[in-house]
């Protein structure tokens, strides 16, 4: 990579579990660019789990930083990425007006609803891991990156931080979607109150003395119910934020696990029925 006339080395910029994140000057497209080069190369996990972040980023999925170039041949392999220069979001919390934070609200939970159905469940959610470019539009990261990776994609047994995890994720649980919606509440109430999520508080913004739009309050409520069966999905936020409301959406969803048990039901009493027919001769 040093030796490619393409790309002039700047400075590091971060280290993390799995690689080490370098900033470098794109003289072809004239911009710096995030160079992340995997660690530890001769570790066939390691190898199969930097591939994958690739593969994830060669998505593009919207929210997601845009991956420029990559070499899974190289020693040791790499991967180019934009470099976001605008900070994180946490530089934002307990500052932004109604209107916007409803508008923030609305962009990130499209961008988290469709990273779940294209790629699984994230594992770190929170303001330190979405990343603004210096145009202010924000996009997820991950720190072991500095915001220039998805080393979380690969859903560990047990991931997050704490203030922002689950609880089942506290309790050695296992990394899912709805851990990630809780992720999402808890980084709502800490971008409306200004203040980082504890364990165990009540994430209730006006239980706590602050202010809160209704909406977004009552997101935070939903998302952060300790019974992950118990909370919307990202698909639902995403309408309740549009507009609908959570009864209705509710109802939908009742409505349909009625439908599933009713099919469930069918299907074993038509088993049962056909059994004495089984063992005739």
Same mark, same amino acid.
């Given at each position: ?35 992340? &080069? ?11 789990? &930097? ?6 980023? #060669?998505?593009?999925?919207p929210g997601m930083v845009k991956l420029l170039d990559f070499n899974k041949l190289a020693n040791p392999p790499y991967y180019v990425m ?15 007006? $109604? ?43 991950? *720190? ?17 931080? *704490? ?15 709805? #851990?990630?919606? &809780? ?29 809160? *739009? #209704? ?13 992950? $069966? ?16 959570? #009864? ?24 049962? &029925? ?8």
């Amino acid at each position: 990579m040093n030796g490619t006339p393409n790309y002039e080395y700047v400075r590091p910029l971060n280290s993390g579990g799995r690689g080490d994140v370098h900033l470098y000057y794109f003289r072809t497209k004239n911009l710096q660019v995030a160079v992340k &080069f995997l660690r530890d190369s001769h570790l066939r996990h390691q190898k199969r789990a &930097f591939f994958r972040e690739i593969d994830m980023l #060669a998505k593009e999925l919207p929210g997601m930083v845009k991956l420029l170039d990559f070499n899974k041949l190289a020693n040791p392999p790499y991967y180019v990425m934009e470099y976001l220069g605008g900070g994180t979001l946490t530089q934002y919390a307990g500052r932004l007006p $109604e209107d916007h934070l409803l508008t923030l609200a609305r962009g990130l939970a499209n961008v988290l609803a469709t990273f779940h159905s294209k790629c699984g469940p994230h594992g770190d959610y929170k303001p330190d891991n979405i990343f603004a470019a210096q145009d202010g539009k924000l996009k997820l990261g991950d *720190p072991a990156g500095n915001g220039f990776g998805f080393s979380v994609l690969l859903a560990p047994a047990r991931g997050g931080t *704490p203030g922002y995890w689950a609880p089942e994720i506290q309790n050695n649980g296992t990394v899912s979607p709805q #851990a990630d919606v &809780f992720s999402f509440g808890a980084t709502l109430y800490h971008l409306v109150t200004g203040r980082r999520p504890v364990d165990g508080q009540q994430l209730d913004p006006l239980a706590n003395g602050l202010m809160c *739009p #209704a909406r977004l309050r009552e997101v935070i409520l939903l998302c952060t119910r300790t019974d992950p $069966e118990a909370r919307p999905t990202m698909q639902h936020v995403v309408r309740f934020l549009d507009g609908e409301s959570w #009864a209705s959406i509710r109802a939908e969803v009742e409505a349909q696990l009625e439908r599933q048990k009713g099919f469930v039901g069918l299907t074993l009493l038509g088993f049962l &029925f056909a059994i004495p027919f089984l063992f005739q001769d």
